[in-house]
């Protein structure tokens, strides 16, 4: 059994935006980022159920990095 290829976290959260936005289907996400459907789905839901922690007092007056 093939062991999955490290993917990036930026990579990730893009691929799940871009899911989350709907303007391209899961097979074409899938084979943009080389990646199975499913995969995107999976990123999908945790970014579903783990964005809102962005917001979280607990992150608030911690830095924050962007690169994009």
């Given at each position: 059994m093939k062991k999955p290829k490290a993917v990036p976290p930026q990579?990730?959260?893009?691929?799940?935006?871009e899911a989350i936005k709907g303007?391209?289907?899961?097979?074409?996400?899938?084979?943009?980022?080389?990646v199975?459907?499913?995969?995107?789905v999976k990123w999908k839901a945790e970014l579903m159920e783990k964005g809102?922690?962005?917001?979280?007092?607990?992150?608030?007056?911690q830095p924050v990095r962007a690169s994009l």
């Open positions: 990579v990730k959260f893009q691929a799940a935006l303007e391209k289907s899961l097979v074409e996400l899938a084979r943009i980022y080389n199975h459907p499913n995969t995107i809102a922690t962005i917001f979280s007092n607990e992150t608030q007056g």
